[in-house]
């Protein structure tokens, strides 16, 4: 994710708009969701827990919860296979060391003020945090490689690539960097060439011209370049200039993916920055996904899943962040109701802007849907994609929920909002040809048609093969000698020989 965004994706997604997208308020939601990993079912292939060896990896998240997850997967991971494992983290949205037994934490001052942290855009989160965290994060570290020489060796950083500024720091004491990307290899892709698409243009053009190609980029449309109207998007720019050089300028990346699903993408990665890919996903089927502090799993719907027919039910959830408004929830509700298909429908407090609590259905839809829908605040995701009564998702494509319904084998309605989301709707539908898009303004009859569409037998066939041919692809990359399996190997191989 680039952007944790209350989404305003209105009928015209003009630049006032998209601005209000990119705006992100650290509110409740985000601050109190964070409650990190619990210690460890691990996937028993290729994590064999290792006897130790004696090399110790200190790892730095940005403390955002969906960069924070994904981050202590790895440390995780790389505990099982035998290194030791330091955090460093910032006072805001501290982990909580109870939850990672045999981790060491390392606590920082973030130097945010209470308003910072709670009420600006992404982008200058990132970038106060990577002005604010320089002298707090040199000093821990350096500390930390004093103390080494008389304890464990430390091999090396591994940080999320946001924070930006590790690089330098890690260079002045000489410690091999590597980076953690939270999203995919594609969407790096888009970023990356950022400078060339604005050097040509396509960063100023009109609303009018969004539908076309970027040939430069295939198979995006100008419309999904991360970030391309928004009025930050200089900062962005910069940002994400910075992200690009210091991943460049690092020992190695690391990506929640697999090779099968991003060969290309990864090859050109490999090639233009110079510097070895880590696809070793996905984390999910490794180490189980954090949980949700604030949202308590309603696993009602297990049992409500239980009584439908196989592949029968739509699963619909846009994520922890995407916000609608009262008009599109209207639609998205008569749209599901009028597909005349059983969903599951996550509706989270205060997913509706202006409502804090619950939102009611419209009037006249609960006796239409009576006995084919079940909704609740927070669904255990991927216990639903992995249910045999799931036959498809519509989802806002943030890289995790993209990743899960892959890995499920579940075709995808995608409803993108913002950042990364774009690029991966686009590969969805256009390159691994797993889902349908919604476009334009959210439409009940549109929707409803898009729902027949993905999950009837015959329209939806080849989606679903493909999908299958996914998810056998995600299950055999982590089995002994599979892509993941080895990738994972060679990271632990590269780290050792710091
Ligand atoms: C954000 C961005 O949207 C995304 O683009 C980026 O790649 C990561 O950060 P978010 O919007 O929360 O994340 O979406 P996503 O990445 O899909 O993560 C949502 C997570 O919440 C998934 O792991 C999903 O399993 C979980 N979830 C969601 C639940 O467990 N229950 C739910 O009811 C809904």
Request: include cysteine.
């Amino acid at each position: 994710m680039l952007f944790w965004s209350k989404i305003n994706k209105g009928a015209t997604e003009g630049d006032e708009k998209l601005t209000a997208a990119n705006k992100r308020l650290l509110t409740g939601i985000h601050r109190l969701q964070f409650e990190p990993l619990p210690r460890t079912k691990v996937h028993s292939s290729g994590m064999e827990k290792l006897p130790m060896m004696g090399r110790r990896i200190v790892l730095f998240p940005l403390p955002l919860l969906d960069y924070m997850n994904p981050m202590f997967q790895l440390a995780e991971i790389l505990h099982a296979k035998g290194f030791s494992i330091s955090i460093i983290h910032t006072n805001f949205n501290a982990p909580n060391p109870k939850n990672h037994i045999g981790f060491t934490f390392h606590p920082i001052s973030d130097g945010l003020l209470a308003s910072e942290a709670s009420s600006l855009d992404l982008i200058t989160l990132f970038d106060i945090l990577n002005v604010k965290c320089v002298a707090p994060f040199r000093d821990r570290l350096s500390q930390m490689l004093s103390d080494a020489l008389e304890e464990e060796p430390i091999a090396c950083l591994i940080t999320d690539g946001m924070l930006h500024f590790t690089q330098t720091v890690a260079d002045s004491l000489k410690l091999p960097r590597l980076v953690l990307r939270t999203s995919n290899v594609s969407s790096l892709l888009a970023i990356a060439a950022l400078p060339l698409l604005r050097q040509k243009g396509y960063l100023t053009v009109q609303d009018s011209q969004s539908e076309l190609p970027v040939p430069e980029l295939p198979p995006l449309k100008v419309k999904d370049i991360p970030s391309v109207r928004s009025s930050n998007s200089e900062a962005f720019f910069q940002l994400t200039t910075r992200v690009c050089k210091g991943i460049k300028a690092s020992h190695g990346l690391i990506v929640n993916t697999f090779e099968e699903l991003e060969d290309p993408a990864i090859a050109i990665v490999r090639q233009d920055f110079q510097i070895p890919v880590f696809a070793i996903g996905p984390f999910h089927k490794i180490i189980p996904a954090s949980s949700s502090g604030l949202l308590t799993l309603d696993k009602s719907c297990i049992e409500w899943l239980n009584t439908q027919a196989p592949k029968s039910v739509l699963y619909v959830s846009f994520g922890s962040a995407a916000a609608i408004d009262e008009i599109e929830f209207g639609e998205i509700a008569w749209g599901l109701a009028n597909s005349e298909r059983p969903f599951l429908w996550v509706v989270w407090p205060g997913m509706v802007r202006g409502s804090k609590g619950s939102h009611p259905l419209p009037d006249g839809l609960t006796q239409m849907i009576s006995g084919r829908a079940h909704i609740v605040k927070w669904a255990p995701q991927e216990d639903v994609l992995a249910h045999p009564a799931t036959g498809g998702f519509w989802t806002h494509n943030g890289w995790n929920s993209t990743l899960e319904s892959i890995c499920e084998g579940v075709p995808m309605i995608c409803l993108p909002f913002i950042a990364d989301q774009m690029s991966n709707a686009r590969y969805v539908t256009d390159v691994w040809n797993v889902g349908l898009r919604l476009e334009g303004k959210l439409e009940r009859g549109e929707i409803a048609m898009t729902i027949r569409g993905l999950m009837s037998e015959k329209e939806g066939k080849e989606m679903r093969e493909r999908a299958a041919f996914f998810k056998e692809k995600a299950n055999l990359c982590l089995e002994e000698g599979g892509s993941s399996y080895k990738s994972l190997e060679s990271l632990a191989s590269h780290i050792s020989s710091f």
